[in-house]
């Protein structure tokens, strides 16, 4: 059973960077041919799909938010990494790692982070 784990802080001042961790167990993020998202919902709205990194490495980002966004992996520790930059408070979501691409099978709780001075 493949399980994902959120962490990060869960509070950001704006024009910070967010930087959250998704941790990976029962399965490695290097298996063909599986892919890992980020995906976050802000208050009363629905899902966002944030990018994606692929076992190989590969990385696909969501258009709107390519230009702030930095997805990465640590294979040793079979984790991947969020960075979103310039963060301002409509950036406050809860922020979920997945398995997949355009489907997702696996989930982590997500995460709440809120962006506040």
């Known amino acids: 059973q493949v399980q994902l784990q959120e962490s990060g802080p869960g509070l950001v001042k704006p024009s910070q960077t967010l930087s959250l961790t998704c941790t990976v167990s029962g399965g490695s993020i290097t298996t063909n041919y599986y892919y890992w998202s980020w995906i976050r919902q802000a208050p009363g709205k629905g899902l966002e799909w944030m990018g994606a990194i692929a076992y190989s490495g590969s990385l696909y980002d969501s258009p709107s938010l390519k230009s702030r966004t930095s997805i990465s992996r640590d294979t040793a520790k079979n984790q991947f990494t969020l960075q979103l930059s310039s963060v301002t408070p409509e950036d406050t979501a809860v922020y979920y790692c997945?398995?997949?691409?355009?489907?997702?099978?696996?989930w982590g709780k997500g995460t709440l982070v809120t962006v506040s001075s």
């Open positions: 997945a398995r997949g691409h355009y489907a997702l099978d696996y």
